[in-house]
């Protein structure tokens, strides 16, 4: 772009004009997204759900406490069910329930209704799904164990060293 801005025509007029004059010349021809639409007009920070994307980050720690309390209570059962004991089952829910008393108590941010867990409720589903994987594993056949493979016989012409 070589040629300044007439003082007598308009900005936009004179940017349509150099548009259309490289469509008549054939510039903007084969260029890489041409017809496809503009993507996130609608969305400011679509740089940073890309990025979040992208990276394979967890989003859980951007959401308000609330609703990560929530979210925590949800995937309980499948998170108390690698826990050996009862006792640590116990542990785990008094803690979650003393996060959401703290959360109760020092509300800020948008309202999320939390409700406390119940502990006994949550162990009866871990002895169940314990019960469960125990007799999993007892029905499973084991496997042989691998036979070591016998010494290789030592030819007559090699020299022992």
Do not use: Y
């Not at 006792?87 to 008094?94: E, F, G, M, W």
């Not at 329930?97 to 800020?108: K, S, V």
């Not at 119940?118 to 007799?135: K, S």
């Amino acid at each position: 772009m070589t040629e300044r801005k007439p003082a007598n025509v308009d900005f936009a007029d004179w940017i349509e004009a150099q548009i259309r004059a490289a469509q008549e010349r054939g510039d903007l021809d084969g260029l890489p997204g041409s017809g496809k639409p503009l993507r996130h007009l609608d969305d400011d920070q679509w740089w940073l759900k890309a990025f979040l994307k992208r990276e394979d980050l967890d989003t859980a720690p951007l959401l308000p406490e609330g609703l990560r309390l929530r979210k925590e209570i949800e995937l309980l059962p499948t998170a108390v069910a690698a826990v050996p004991t009862e006792d640590r089952v116990r542990a785990l829910v008094a803690e979650l329930n003393e996060r959401i008393d703290q959360c109760i108590r020092t509300h800020t941010g948008p309202t999320v209704l939390v409700r406390f867990v119940d502990p006994d409720e949550i162990v009866e589903g871990w002895r169940v799904d314990r019960a469960a994987l125990l007799e999993r594993l007892a029905d499973a056949e084991p496997e042989p164990e691998p036979q070591p493979e016998p010494p290789a016989k030592r030819r007559w012409w090699r020299r022992r060293r």
